[in-house]
């Protein structure tokens, strides 16, 4: 059975003592333990709440695909790994819009990460214009090949995909449980091509883009929704711990 997965991407927010608060508070609570919680904080506060945090995962929103060197301000997969991190995103629209991040990189970030034993979340989605312009299959379709391009068959069960339209991130603005489920099976075709029935049957996909505690629920009752990556939200520590229940409970669905 594939692995459930809410994953929270606090982007560049919060503070020493947000990031405190927040592990203390999710070390007084119930985390479903059917489910993976990650906690994607900003770089320097992964030793913090890694160390700290109780019945979560810690994940880092960004790896450089290098093992060591003279690559200023970068972060390596092993640097990652040391200070407690699990997962890592890759590719986030945010990265591929604002920092010129391209599939070329991406494709080696995800394999040196995986080489290096961190789950990766490839994020992939598409803007309103390429949706509006018919453009939705091909735009998903080439950065799912793209990003996965140096792994092989094995190394997909360690990948996580996060599929982020890019006109539903920060908007309010979800996309609907049907066009999300649309391009989640879409996804999971290209991954049956890519590495097989059985190896893509376990790839986890995850949706991100304003899920929020009144929109999970229907969301991860789609059948190739295996959770959420959430970025507003995972702000709120209850309105997340919320967004986790439905996760597991999707689970107890039976899904
Ligand atoms: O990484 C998270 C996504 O970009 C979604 O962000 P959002 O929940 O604020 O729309």
């Not at 489910?35 to 979560?56: N, W």
């Not at 200070?83 to 040196?112: F, M, N, P, T």
């Not at 979340?121 to 793209?146: D, F, N, P, W």
């Not at 969301?219 to 959430?230: H, R, S, T």
């Amino acid at each position: 059975m594939r692995q459930k997965i809410v994953a929270g991407n606090w982007k560049m927010n919060g503070s020493l003592e947000f990031a405190n608060d927040f592990v203390s508070g999710v070390n007084r609570a119930v985390l479903p333990d059917a489910i993976d919680v990650v906690i994607c904080p900003p770089a320097p506060y992964l030793l913090t709440v890694s160390s700290q945090i109780k019945g979560a995962k810690v994940g880092a929103q960004n790896v450089y695909f290098e093992t060591s060197g003279a690559y200023t301000g970068e972060l390596s997969p092993k640097i990652l790994q040391d200070v407690g991190c699990k997962y890592v995103l890759v590719g986030h629209s945010e990265r591929r819009a604002l920092l010129s991040e391209v599939d070329g990189q991406i494709a080696k970030k995800v394999k040196a990460a995986i080489d290096c034993d961190l789950k990766v979340i490839l994020c992939v989605g598409e803007t309103l214009e390429q949706r509006a312009s018919g453009k939705l299959e091909e735009v998903i379709s080439a950065q799912v090949l793209a990003g996965t391009s140096l792994l092989d068959v094995v190394e997909f069960g360690s990948l996580v995909v996060a599929y982020e339209p890019v006109w539903a991130i920060g908007t309010g603005q979800t996309a609907s449980p049907q066009q999300a489920q649309e391009v989640h099976a879409l996804i999971r075709s290209l991954l049956v091509k890519l590495a097989g029935e059985t190896a893509a049957e376990n790839v986890s996909i995850l949706y991100g883009g304003s899920v929020s505690a009144s929109t999970a629920a229907e969301i991860f009752a789609q059948a190739d929704i295996d959770g959420g990556l959430v970025g507003g939200a995972s702000l709120k520590l209850e309105e997340f711990l919320v967004i986790c229940d439905h996760c597991a409970n999707a689970i107890v669905g039976g899904k």
